[in-house]
């Protein structure tokens, strides 16, 4: 390292002991040969801890769904969480925002487009009655989410904000496996992800996820909405999303944890861009 901590990476890869679950992680950077891994963790954490299985069967095309975006357009903004055995546990993807919705959109289209047939083919090799629904579920529930930029400006003019619309944001997508949860590897991530998002210019950040927001809204992220996410619901069982949303005004202060690799490194604070 130099003499000057001018980025976030320069702690990466790290490792700590978690005081919570009182197991060791490791933090690094995305690798190419961590993709199926992070795959099967998306599959298997699909929503609320519940696999992807429940619900539809193609595991390869919901793990690449999902990810391919992140990893092939960002892969500066991805981190790998192994455990002491070096196994894949976790994992937090972002985008800055440099054309990432539109880019993403198109990847999503060309995949759709080229797998939709096996889903309603009669006969066909996932032509059942559980896929065909999940899929027609997934698509009806892309209308309640497309709109999050308009969400997030009504949000804000409920709180006597700024009239501007949101410009260019970051969000992350990030989930770890059962063993490692309850500790603080989520909180790390969030932190990783923050000073990124900074160190990148942009000032807005958020997030959909399928749980309570009271963590999320601890780390100072507000939630803006809460919709049913048709495509995970049952009528016995409904789910539900919650649009979050941070403004960053300062620079990110630093996880205890972090700080401790700051601290172990003997590197001076991150500096202000």
Request: glycine share 8%.
């Given at each position: 390292?130099?003499?000057?901590?001018?980025?976030?990476?320069?702690?990466?890869?790290?490792?700590?002991?978690?005081?919570?679950?009182?197991?060791?992680?490791?933090?690094?950077?995305?690798?190419?040969?961590?993709?199926?891994?992070?795959?099967?963790?998306?599959?298997?954490?699909?929503?609320?801890?519940i696999g992807i299985d429940r619900f539809?069967?193609?595991?390869?095309?919901?793990?690449?769904?999902?990810?391919?975006?992140?990893?092939?357009?960002?892969?500066?903004?991805?981190?790998?969480?192994?455990?002491?055995?070096?196994?894949?546990?976790?994992?937090?993807?972002?985008?800055?925002?440099?054309?990432?919705?539109?880019?993403?959109?198109?990847?999503?289209?060309?995949?759709?487009?080229?797998?939709?047939?096996?889903?309603?083919?009669?006969?066909?090799?996932?032509?059942?009655?559980?896929?065909?629904?999940?899929?027609?579920?997934?698509?009806?529930?892309?209308?309640?989410?497309?709109?999050?930029?308009?969400?997030?400006?009504?949000?804000?003019?409920?709180?006597?904000?700024?009239?501007?619309?949101?410009?260019?944001?970051?969000?992350?997508?990030?989930?770890?496996?059962?063993?490692?949860?309850?500790?603080?590897?989520?909180?790390?991530?969030?932190?990783?992800?923050?000073?990124?998002?900074?160190?990148?210019?942009?000032?807005?950040?958020?997030?959909?996820?399928?749980?309570?927001?009271?963590?999320?809204?601890?780390?100072?992220y507000e939630a803006v909405v809460k919709?049913k996410y048709f495509a995970y619901s049952?009528?016995?069982?409904?789910?539900?999303?919650?649009?979050?949303?941070?403004?960053?005004?300062?620079?990110?202060?630093?996880?205890?944890?972090?700080?401790?690799?700051?601290?172990?490194?003997?590197?001076?604070?991150?500096?202000?861009?």
């Open positions: 390292m130099g003499s000057k901590l001018s980025g976030i990476d320069e702690l990466i890869p790290f490792t700590y002991a978690d005081p919570r679950i009182g197991s060791r992680f490791t933090i690094r950077k995305f690798e190419e040969a961590d993709r199926k891994y992070i795959e099967d963790i998306c599959c298997d954490t699909a929503v609320s801890g539809f069967s193609d595991r390869d095309f919901y793990g690449r769904l999902l990810t391919k975006s992140y990893l092939d357009l960002e892969a500066e903004n991805a981190y790998v969480a192994a455990s002491q055995d070096n196994r894949v546990i976790g994992y937090m993807i972002a985008a800055s925002g440099k054309k990432f919705d539109a880019e993403r959109n198109k990847l999503w289209v060309k995949m759709f487009s080229g797998n939709i047939g096996k889903y309603f083919w009669e006969g066909g090799k996932y032509s059942n009655s559980m896929n065909r629904r999940f899929i027609i579920k997934l698509l009806a529930s892309v209308p309640a989410f497309a709109p999050y930029k308009l969400d997030i400006f009504v949000h804000n003019l409920a709180k006597n904000r700024k009239w501007k619309f949101p410009g260019r944001m970051g969000h992350m997508h990030f989930n770890i496996r059962q063993e490692a949860r309850g500790g603080l590897l989520g909180p790390v991530l969030a932190n990783i992800f923050e000073h990124k998002m900074w160190e990148a210019g942009i000032r807005e950040l958020y997030g959909m996820i399928s749980w309570d927001p009271l963590p999320a809204v601890r780390m100072g919709r049952t009528k016995e069982n409904p789910r539900y999303f919650t649009l979050i949303y941070k403004q960053l005004n300062e620079t990110p202060r630093l996880h205890n944890i972090l700080n401790a690799s700051l601290s172990s490194s003997q590197q001076p604070a991150l500096q202000q861009p």
